[in-house]
């Protein structure tokens, strides 16, 4: 079973990206995962957090990820910094902005799926949070990409 170094990478190194998704469902598990199972020169997933554990473990046998990187919580998994370079947050909607203020914590790049945040106060939060931390986020806007937007344009 491979596991992730310890080391983060620095700027455009060699190799995939190392990636932890917060949330096995839909976007995280299928989008993102099956993303990265088809181009695992590109990225892939080292790490994986959700409260489910039988979708949890059905990602993560997918991508044979290592028992310890295994989490049923997202505090868990960002406890500390750890062997990924980039988190995806891909938990439900209204718990968005909690895991990706503590990524910028810890100095990850984020891909934050959306709604970026339930309220304007929690969009203030997290604008807040990133204006204090180096980490980027980005923003996932999936939609234009189905079936049904794409016979629209």
Do not use: Q
Not at 46 to 59: L, M, Q, S, T
Not at 60 to 75: G, L, N, S, T, V
Not at 116 to 135: N, S, V, Y
């Amino acid at each position: 079973m491979p596991t992730p170094t310890d080391e983060p990478r620095s700027g455009t190194s060699d190799g995939p990206v190392r990636l932890l998704v917060l949330g096995a469902g839909n976007r995280g598990g299928h989008a993102y995962g099956g993303w990265c199972l088809e181009h695992p020169d590109e990225a892939r997933v080292v790490g994986i957090a959700d409260p489910n554990d039988e979708r949890r473990h059905a990602v993560a046998d997918k991508h044979r990820i290592a028992p310890e990187y295994r989490y049923a919580h997202w505090r868990d998994a960002l406890a500390e910094r750890g062997p990924w370079d980039a988190v995806v947050v891909a938990t439900p909607d209204r718990e968005h902005v909690d895991p990706a203020i503590r990524a910028l914590e810890l100095g990850y790049d984020i891909l934050l799926e959306k709604p970026i945040a339930p309220t304007p106060e929690e969009l203030d939060r997290l604008a807040t949070a990133a204006k204090d931390h180096p980490g980027a986020i980005t923003v996932s806007h999936v939609m234009r990409y189905t079936p049904f937007w794409l016979t629209i344009r």
